[in-house]
T-cell receptor
C-alpha cells in the first residue's frame, strides 16, 4: 500500500537558518506528492506539489523536488522566518486514492 | 472567495449526547472528506464521498456517520460521543478523484470538546 515517512520532529531553528525536512514514500503507480502546512489552530493549507518525476514544487521560498530514483520529496527553504513555525505534512495520492499523510514535523523558528 | 467552510469552529458536547458538524464548499468539487486529527498528529481519514457514493474507512467506528444531501454540503454525525472523540475534525474537498493528482482543499476545522 501507499505510505509516507517523514523525519521526526520537533525541529528548532534560528531565524535565517536553512531548513530541510526529509520525506520518502512508497507507492504503486505514479503518485502525486504534496507538502501541506498547518499553523496553530487552523486547517491544512497546500504549500506545494509535484505531479511527476523531476518536477519541482515551490511556494513562499519553500521548494521540493520529486525524486523517483530515491522515492523522496524533501522540503527545503534557504532562510526560515519566525512566521514559518508550523507543522508540515508530506502527503501523496496515487491513482484514485485519497491523500496519505506522513506523521508531520513540527518546526519552531526562534528569533 | 471560493472555499471550504466549517461550522462551528468550536463545539462542546456532553458525553453521549449526539452532535453534528457541518461543512460546505463553494468549489463545486466532486469529492468531500472528513478527517479526525488529534494533537497535531496526521489527519486520519474517516470517510469520503465521491459525488453521492459513500466510502467508509475500514477502521472508522460505527459511532461516526455522514450525510451529503447535495454537492455543497456534508455533515458528520457523532451518535454517542466519548471522551476519546475529542479532536479537531477537518473537512476537505477535491476534484475528480478518478483522474488522480488533485490536491485537497481543507476547511479550518471544528475543534470538538467532550465533557
Amino acid at each position: 500500500g501507499n505510505s509516507v515517512t517523514q523525519m521526526e520532529g520537533p525541529v528548532t531553528l534560528s531565524e535565517e537558518a536553512f531548513l530541510t525536512i526529509n520525506c520518502t514514500y512508497t507507492a504503486t503507480g505514479y503518485p502525486s506528492l504534496f507538502w501541506y502546512v498547518q499553523y496553530p489552530g487552523e486547517g491544512l493549507q497546500l504549500l506545494l506539489k509535484a505531479t511527476k518525476a523531476d518536477d519541482k514544487g515551490s511556494n513562499k521560498g519553500f521548494e521540493a523536488t520529486y525524486r523517483k530514483e530515491t522515492t523522496s520529496f524533501h522540503l527545503e527553504k534557504g532562510s526560515v522566518q519566525v512566521s514559518d513555525s508550523a507543522v508540515y505534512f508530506c502527503a501523496l495520492t496515487s491513482g484514485n486514492t485519497p491523500l496519505v499523510f506522513g506523521k508531520g514535523t513540527r518546526l519552531s523558528v526562534i528569533a | 472567495d471560493a472555499m471550504v467552510i466549517q461550522n462551528p469552529r468550536y463545539q462542546v458536547t456532553q458525553f453521549g449526547k449526539p452532535v453534528t458538524l457541518s461543512c460546505s464548499q463553494t468549489l463545486n468539487h466532486n469529492v468531500m472528506y472528513w478527517y479526525q486529527q488529534k494533537s497535531s498528529q496526521a489527519p486520519k481519514l474517516l470517510f469520503h464521498y465521491y459525488d453521492k457514493d459513500f466510502n467508509n474507512e475500514a477502521d472508522t467506528p460505527d459511532n461516526f456517520q455522514s450525510r451529503r444531501p447535495n454537492t455543497s454540503f456534508c455533515f458528520l454525525d457523532i451518535r454517542s460521543p466519548g471522551l476519546g472523540d475529542a479532536a479537531m475534525y477537518l473537512c476537505a474537498t477535491s476534484r475528480d478523484l478518478r483522474r488522480g493528482g488533485y490536491e485537497q482543499y481543507f476547511g479550518p476545522g471544528t475543534r470538538l470538546t467532550v465533557t
